[in-house]
């Protein structure tokens, strides 16, 4: 990945641990990473293995005062942040810089409905897992341990799909007109075209 100011992850249909580490070592090496779309991340696994492994999860605690952690995070967003501090020296002024380039959103919030996205190949699951092996979505994977927003985030996501949709029809429109226009003046201009080709230009 070759550094920019900021690059925006559509995480849609990529495997978490693959991408993580990817996103893990990008914002060691400086660059700002934002992620959206979290909730459509793929693990690996069926969704009961997955299940089971997050119960287990969820029954680590402190015994003497289960408020000290550790934490069990609901959210997808969440969720992906822990697996990436996970892969970063987080406890050091390296690592806590490195979280702070993060950036981790359900959706696609303004203003990165308008910026271009990208897809890490190295970690979609169309190219990574055998076809016909099992996945699981982590927006249904929170749901089942509390996350409260799937709904509320599907609405939003179908509000900006079809003002998306509007948008790029008009784009279409509009590419059509200037390809028209550019036919229309070649005709006019072929004549002066000509006597130039003479001229040598």
Request: proline content about 5%.
């Amino acid at each position: 990945m070759t550094f920019s100011k900021e690059v925006v992850i559509d995480g849609k249909g990529h495997l978490m641990g693959r991408l993580a580490s990817i996103v893990a070592k990008q914002i060691l090496n400086g660059q700002k990473v934002v992620v959206v779309r979290a909730e459509d991340i793929n693990i690996s696994g069926p969704f009961f293995r997955n299940k089971l492994r997050y119960m287990n999860f969820m029954r680590k605690r402190c015994v003497v005062n289960p408020n000290r952690g550790p934490f069990h995070l609901r959210a997808p967003s969440k969720i992906f942040w822990r697996v990436v501090r996970g892969m970063v020296p987080h406890k050091t002024p390296r690592g806590a810089a490195a979280l702070e380039r993060l950036k981790i959103f359900e959706g696609i919030p303004p203003p990165f409905d308008k910026e271009k996205r990208v897809v890490v190949p190295a970690a979609l699951r169309v190219l990574r897992l055998k076809p016909g092996r099992k996945f699981t979505v982590l927006k249904r994977l929170s749901s089942e341990f509390g996350w409260k927003y799937e709904d509320v985030v599907e609405r939003l996501e179908k509000q900006r799909k079809e003002k998306s949709k509007v948008y790029y029809e008009r784009k279409k429109a509009l590419k059509k007109l200037r390809v028209q226009a550019g036919v229309n003046v070649e005709k006019q201009v072929a004549g002066v075209q000509q006597k130039l080709a003479v001229l040598g230009h």
